[in-house]
């Protein structure tokens, strides 16, 4: 098994900044991908960003593309999503996720936290 922790929501006024944490443990050997992926309310889950667990090969949903910036690193298990110039439309619960494949779909991913929510106010 997997487990991941996210941290780093919060409040924000819109054009501002935050940046998420998510520390994995257990059997990490089996990860070959990293995901973020967030929910909005009344909305599906949606990717936003991933990449592999090595730190190499990101992919980025169009909507983020610019703004925010995935990244690992490798010695502390841990991902960072940095999300700048933040709008209201990214509030959302942030969630992180570990798989084997590049993919942007949600079901393919084995392994989920439970959510950070970040909030962003107009």
């Known amino acids: 098994q997997v487990q991941l922790v996210e941290s780093g929501g919060g409040l924000v006024q819109a054009g501002g900044s935050l940046r998420l944490f998510c520390v994995a443990s257990?059997?990490?050997?089996?990860?070959?991908?990293m995901g973020w992926f967030r929910q909005a309310p009344g909305k599906e889950r949606e990717f936003v960003a991933g990449?592999?667990?090595?730190?190499?090969?990101?992919d980025y949903a169009d909507s983020v593309k610019g703004r925010f910036t995935i990244s690992r690193d490798n010695a502390e298990n841990t991902v960072y999503l940095q999300m700048n110039s933040l709008k209201p439309e990214d509030t959302a619960v942030y969630y992180c996720?570990?798989?084997?494949?590049?993919?942007?779909?949600?079901?393919?991913?084995?392994?989920w936290g439970q959510g950070t929510l970040a909030t962003v106010s107009s």
């Open positions: 990449i592999s667990w090595r730190g190499g090969s990101p």
């Open positions: 996720a570990a798989g084997r494949f590049r993919t942007t779909s949600r079901d393919m991913y084995d392994y």
């Open positions: 257990g059997r990490t050997f089996s990860i070959n991908r």
